[in-house]
């Protein structure tokens, strides 16, 4: 254990616990004073292992860990931050993490803070002192990551952060001040970085963020940041649609945010639907590869999305703040390439990529081969979807009409992957009808409304949405590359007549047949 705090920290902390418990009564808030009752700091002998003597620690948090057996040296390395009255050990039995730790090879740190800090252990994200490069609980963090990377042999280039609640306000504060020890980030249910600076801005920022421009929220980051910084994270954002503690516009603000850091603009690269009501929008860097996604769950509340089950793609298990509806561990490893997909290796990038092809459900691809390579890593959108020892390769079981980003790495016999190419994309023929259920605002970032004098229009249909703000709902149905017509129903898989043009019929009959051959 490192020091305990002076005692004008003490006496700091517990006048910050009357005005929480003051705030609480109304607000319930688990970012900074709700949650599941926290677990005892003794992890069981199945769970994660305390460790001691990892620095200065002016924190005065703790450190656990888990390492799967046999962990080989140079393995990525994962800390993960709990939210309030939680625990390392509550964090480390619900979210899923293990798991991954396991199939994947990769360390798990999970620090722990307790009411000598915070009377609701919470991470102290909103207080300065604590949440700055080298100091206070920012600072014990990182003397963990130091930690663990000695432990384990790590590879520093392959360090990630993630958290809920107070624990993902802490992690984008992490982001900002250590993005040369991060390759990457996850925030859930959380905050913009330094959008707050006391307890009465933390809960402005909660209910009501400020509608800083990009810019200004870059601004914060870079500022944060050591002078020079050029290289920055990966970050996914995770958010539900009906959070009232953390409200869905600090997703947005995070958006805006760290896209304007990555310099990618505000509009989605592409978007795509995932399992469990949960909307993908990403935002590619120069070079094609995503660097920010953003995950929104509609319906579901303030916690961290988890799906109990033994599928590849479940992990986790529900309770007080861990929601069953889709696995955020899981999308959240692969968007960071813990799945194997990461670039490590000397080799440079393939040239001369190109699409040679595409048919309704495939897409077939060409390179210049490069020297030295044994084979060639294929992502699609960010996600690697094939290996082939040849300059070309065909994607297959596409959707119809739709457009896919796609690069190129050059593996060595090593099985390191090198740069990734410059992306291109292709689009599949054909069309097939989407769902889309967001708030106004996020239709129209997203392209499938535009807003006029306060209120919000379906793109391409012009059906009236009411107005343009986050609190105000849709179901919109795209029946036509840029129609939307709204159907809060639930999108049938036939619209009304009234609905349709003699294009949508026949896209529609299109996908009926494409059906009627599956069956």
Same mark, same amino acid.
């Given at each position: 254990?490192?020091?305990?705090?002076?005692?004008?920290?003490?006496?700091?902390?517990?006048?910050?616990?009357?005005?929480?418990?003051?705030?609480?009564?109304?607000?319930?808030?688990?970012?900074?004073?709700?949650?599941?009752?926290?677990?005892?700091?003794?992890?069981?002998?199945?769970?994660?292992?305390?460790?001691?003597?990892?620095?200065?620690?002016?924190?005065?948090?703790?450190?656990?860990?888990?390492?799967?057996?046999?962990?080989?040296?140079?393995?990525?390395?994962?800390?993960?931050?709990? %939210?309030?009255?939680?625990?390392?050990?509550?964090?480390?039995?619900?979210?899923?993490?293990?798991?991954?730790?396991?199939?994947?090879?990769?360390?798990?740190?999970?620090?722990?803070? /307790? =009411?000598?800090?915070?009377?609701?252990?919470?991470?102290?994200?909103?207080?300065?002192?604590?949440?700055?490069?080298?100091?206070?609980?920012?600072?014990?963090?990182?003397?963990?990551?130091?930690?663990?990377?000695?432990?384990?042999?790590?590879?520093?280039?392959?360090?990630? &952060? #993630?958290?809920?609640?107070?624990?993902?306000?802490?992690?984008?504060?992490?982001?900002?001040?250590?993005?040369?020890?991060?390759?990457?980030?996850?925030?859930?249910?959380?905050?913009?970085?330094?959008?707050?600076?006391?307890?009465?801005?933390?809960?402005?920022?909660?209910? !009501?963020?400020?509608?800083?421009?990009?810019?200004?929220? %870059?601004?914060?980051?870079? /500022?944060?940041?050591?002078?020079?910084?050029?290289?920055?994270?990966?970050?996914? &954002?995770?958010?539900?649609?009906?959070?009232?503690?953390?409200?869905?516009?600090?997703?947005?603000?995070?958006?805006?945010?760290?896209?304007?850091?990555?310099?990618? %603009?505000?509009?989605?690269?592409?978007?795509?639907?995932?399992?469990?009501?949960?909307?993908?929008?990403? @935002?590619?860097?120069?070079?094609? +590869?995503?660097?920010?996604?953003?995950?929104?769950?509609?319906?579901?509340?303030?916690?961290?999305?988890?799906?109990?089950?033994?599928?590849?793609?479940?992990?986790?298990?529900?309770?007080?703040?861990?929601?069953?509806?889709?696995?955020?561990?899981?999308?959240?490893?692969?968007?960071?390439?813990?799945?194997?997909?990461?670039?490590?290796?000397?080799?440079?990038?393939?040239?001369?990529?190109?699409?040679?092809? #595409?048919?309704?459900?495939?897409?077939?691809?060409?390179?210049?081969?490069?020297?030295?390579?044994? !084979? @060639?890593?294929?992502?699609?959108?960010?996600?690697?979807?094939?290996?082939?020892?040849?300059?070309?390769?065909?994607?297959?079981?596409?959707?119809?009409?739709?457009?896919?980003?796609?690069?190129?790495?050059?593996?060595?016999?090593?099985?390191?992957?090198?740069?990734?190419?410059?992306?291109?994309?292709?689009?599949?023929?054909?069309?097939?009808?989407?769902?889309?259920?967001?708030?106004?605002?996020?239709?129209?970032?997203?392209?499938?409304?535009?807003?006029?004098?306060?209120?919000?229009?379906?793109?391409? !249909? %012009?059906?009236?949405?009411?107005?343009?703000?986050?609190?105000?709902?849709?179901?919109?149905?795209?029946?036509?590359?840029?129609?939307?017509? &709204?159907?809060?129903?639930?999108?049938?898989?036939?619209?009304?007549?009234?609905?349709? =043009?003699?294009?949508?019929?026949?896209?529609?009959?299109?996908?009926?047949?494409?059906?009627? +051959? +599956? =069956?």
């Amino acid at each position: 254990m490192g020091q305990s705090h002076p005692v004008l920290r003490y006496s700091r902390a517990r006048a910050l616990v009357r005005g929480l418990r003051r705030w609480a009564t109304a607000a319930g808030a688990l970012a900074l004073t709700g949650g599941l009752l926290a677990a005892g700091p003794q992890a069981s002998a199945a769970g994660p292992t305390q460790v001691t003597g990892f620095g200065t620690n002016p924190g005065n948090l703790s450190m656990y860990t888990y390492a799967p057996d046999a962990l080989p040296a140079g393995a990525p390395l994962v800390v993960a931050l709990h %939210g309030c009255t939680q625990s390392a050990n509550d964090y480390y039995t619900h979210s899923g993490w293990p798991k991954f730790a396991d199939a994947y090879g990769f360390a798990l740190v999970l620090p722990q803070t /307790s =009411t000598a800090n915070n009377a609701n252990s919470c991470f102290n994200w909103f207080e300065p002192g604590d949440s700055g490069r080298g100091q206070g609980e920012a600072l014990s963090i990182k003397h963990m990551v130091d930690k663990a990377v000695a432990l384990y042999g790590g590879d520093t280039r392959r360090v990630y &952060i #993630t958290g809920l609640s107070a624990g993902g306000a802490m992690t984008a504060n992490m982001l900002a001040a250590y993005p040369d020890v991060f390759a990457g980030g996850a925030i859930g249910s959380g905050l913009p970085a330094h959008c707050a600076s006391s307890v009465s801005t933390a809960y402005t920022c909660m209910y !009501s963020p400020p509608d800083k421009s990009p810019a200004q929220w %870059g601004e914060a980051v870079r /500022s944060a940041a050591p002078a020079g910084t050029s290289s920055w994270p990966r970050v996914a &954002i995770w958010q539900g649609t009906a959070d009232t503690t953390v409200r869905p516009a600090n997703a947005t603000e995070l958006r805006d945010q760290w896209t304007n850091v990555w310099g990618t %603009g505000q509009t989605p690269s592409r978007t795509e639907s995932l399992g469990g009501g949960t909307t993908l929008s990403v @935002y590619d860097d120069a070079a094609g +590869r995503s660097a920010v996604e953003v995950y929104t769950v509609s319906g579901m509340g303030h916690g961290l999305a988890v799906d109990p089950g033994s599928g590849a793609e479940q992990c986790g298990s529900a309770g007080t703040y861990y929601l069953d509806s889709v696995c955020s561990s899981y999308h959240t490893a692969r968007f960071w390439g813990l799945d194997g997909d990461e670039d490590t290796g000397s080799l440079p990038a393939p040239t001369g990529l190109r699409v040679t092809g #595409t048919t309704d459900t495939t897409v077939s691809l060409s390179w210049q081969a490069v020297a030295g390579a044994a !084979s @060639y890593a294929v992502r699609r959108n960010g996600t690697q979807v094939g290996r082939t020892t040849s300059a070309s390769y065909t994607d297959t079981g596409l959707a119809t009409g739709t457009t896919y980003r796609y690069t190129a790495t050059a593996v060595d016999t090593a099985g390191a992957a090198g740069s990734a190419s410059p992306a291109v994309a292709a689009t599949t023929t054909g069309f097939t009808p989407t769902c889309h259920t967001a708030d106004n605002y996020e239709h129209t970032v997203a392209g499938r409304a535009y807003q006029s004098g306060g209120h919000a229009y379906a793109r391409g !249909s %012009g059906q009236a949405m009411g107005l343009w703000n986050t609190f105000t709902s849709h179901t919109l149905w795209q029946t036509a590359p840029g129609h939307y017509v &709204i159907d809060d129903a639930g999108c049938p898989d036939r619209p009304s007549a009234a609905h349709l =043009t003699p294009r949508h019929h026949t896209a529609l009959w299109y996908v009926g047949l494409r059906r009627l +051959r +599956r =069956t």
